[in-house]
């Protein structure tokens, strides 16, 4: 079963790269079949193998050569893994339908969010819809958890939003609610401190090696949301439990 898992996610890490490609730039992601963007030779048979035709092809289209982006290999590998490690530690099909299935919509929305500083709503507000069907069948924190969790995740970062004048994006704000939807109303702001702590860690480093100071930089912050949201997906209970262990919170 978990080989099974782990070949379905490399096929949907490259259904999520035709995603990456086409939602930012709002095309359709099933019309037309992929096509090279350079030379527009259709793929197909041998090209669409996820992880292995990248390979074979060395990296370049095979019909006229031009690089593609190494981003389409590691997407497949990622998804590939998170799919087999989540589906083994969940426990029960639907828990483990839940973790995959929104660690899809994360790995697209961090990519295209790294690549073009865009969450869009398409993804996004699909999320709040799918944690709060979900949180209907007892996932996650449950509906009423989820309700008050997406609430408490928009109404922050709308706070947030508004106080620094439009710096945090309404995509960012989205994505909380969506993420306060699969962790519920308190752990939500656990993700939104620690995401905050974890960008500025790698940030300032990042930046002062370019030379650059983080005022005034805009910097994707959706990819440590999702990285903390996916973290608490899993081990949220029991950091909450740790923290109140130790820091009697
Ligand atoms: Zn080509």
Known sequence: MTLFIILLGAIMGSFGNVCIYRIPRKESITYPPSHCPRCNARL??????????????????????????????IVEIIMAIGFGVL????????????????????????????????LPNKLTLTGIVIGLVFAGFG??????????GGAAGFFVLALIRVVSRGKMG???????TYIGTLVGPWQVFFVLFFSALLGVLVNIPLLAFQRRNLQG?????????????????IYGDVIVDFLSKYFLL
């Open 217 to 233: 930089e805009s910097i994707p912050f959706g990819p440590y949301m999702i990285i903390l949201g996916m973290i608490f997906m």
């Open 44 to 73: 197909s048979g041998i090209d669409l193998i996820p992880i292995l035709s990248f390979l074979v092809l060395r990296g370049r289209c095979r019909y006229c050569k031009e690089a593609i982006s190494v981003r389409y290999l």
């Open 87 to 118: 589906w083994s530690i969940s426990m029960g099909i639907g828990e483990g339908l839940w973790l995959i299935i929104n660690f899809f919509i994360f790995v697209v929305l961090a990519v295209i969010d790294l690549e073009c500083m865009l």
């Open 170 to 176: 309404g995509g960012d704000v989205k994505l909380l």
């Open 139 to 148: 996932l996650g924190p449950g509906l009423k958890g989820a309700l008050l």
